[in-house]
């Protein structure tokens, strides 16, 4: 089984900050990477997906890169809405989720 | 519009069998390239990815819990049902059910709200 590995597990930070957030993968998994963003008593919503696709409809200070085995999931300008839990998750067939970090207000 | 829903028993009792409906609308199962899968959250916890079915009824489970999970679909329903035997209280969690599409990259594109399931005696 590929083993996900987020870190950090939470940050703190201000609106404006520029926060990032990486994704280990315990073997190769080429850019079969997506990321997700879950709000408290929410499903997740899909941000990134290919490791560096942004979904339609995100928008464009989320960005994703990484190949293999090392992921990042960049938010180059905080702002409100954002502070949530985000999850990393290998997109094979059979699939798996990192342990999750959550962004919270500083 | 595309949305998934979950239905079942809130509450189920320890070793009984559980079992979740999601029906779905605004896509084909039948698709290639699409699929279906259930992910679980416990309380406070992670999302836990748990069983996936394909257009061609090709079925993948998690390893760790293979033995107690069975995933089937009803195409003319729009509907997948997941079963899971021999519950305990470290079940309880928030059950999803989502699709998954190869356009792109088997992400799973759109979640359901989410059912709340609670094992206890």
């Known amino acids: 089984d590929i083993q996900m590995t987020q870190s950090p597990s939470s940050v703190s930070a201000s609106v404006g900050d520029r926060v990032t957030i990486t994704c280990r993968a315990s073997q190769g998994i080429s850019n079969w990477l997506a990321w997700y963003q879950q709000k408290p008593g929410k499903a997740p919503k899909v941000l990134i997906y290919?490791?560096?696709s942004l979904q339609s409809g995100v928008p464009s200070r989320f960005s994703g890169s990484g190949s293999g085995t090392d992921f990042t999931l960049t938010i180059s300008s905080l702002q409100p809405e954002d502070f949530a839990t985000y999850y990393c998750q290998q997109a094979t067939h059979f699939p798996s989720f990192g342990g999750g970090t959550k962004v919270e207000i500083k | 519009q595309i949305t998934l829903k979950e239905s079942g028993p809130t509450l189920v009792k320890p070793t009984q069998t559980l079992t979740l409906t999601c029906t779905f609308s605004g896509f084909s199962l039948s698709r290639s390239g699409v699929g279906v899968g259930w992910i679980r959250q416990p309380p406070g916890k992670a999302l836990e990815w748990l069983a996936l079915?394909?257009?061609?009824?090709?079925?993948r489970y998690s390893s760790f819990l293979k033995s107690r999970l069975t995933i089937t679909k009803d195409t003319s329903k729009n509907q997948v049902v997941l079963t899971m035997t021999n519950m305990d209280p470290v079940d309880t969690a928030t059950y999803y059910c989502a699709r998954q599409y190869s356009n792109i990259w088997d992400t799973f594109d759109i979640w359901g709200q989410g059912t709340m399931v609670t094992v206890s005696s």
């Open positions: 290919a490791a560096s």
């Open positions: 079915i394909y257009w061609n009824d090709d079925k």
